[in-house]
């Protein structure tokens, strides 16, 4: 799910994979921002607001500027 205002872009005018790889059931919350050739893993949370450029792991739920990661909901209930 990717609310309104949310920015998927490229860092650079070089030839080749500029813009992000989201994984399945990621939500990304209202005006977020997710830059670069970075990788977004399954069922990934993106805090509104956030600014991500770095690689974010599968169930890791991210806020921030720049994003942080504030926990990893898989771990924490017992899904993996």
């Known amino acids: 799910m990717i609310h309104h205002g949310v920015t998927l872009g490229g860092k650079s005018r070089e030839v080749g994979k500029r813009h992000p790889t989201l ?5 990304i919350g209202a005006g977020a921002q997710v830059i670069g050739a970075i ?17 974010v792991a599968d169930c890791d739920i991210v806020a921030g ?12 209930e017992g899904k993996i």
């Open 65 to 76: 500027v720049p994003a942080r990661t504030i926990r990893n909901k898989c771990t924490e």
């Open 39 to 55: 990788h977004i893993g399954d069922h990934a949370v993106i805090g509104a607001g956030s600014v991500v450029t770095k690689d």
């Open 23 to 27: 994984g399945n059931k990621v939500h």
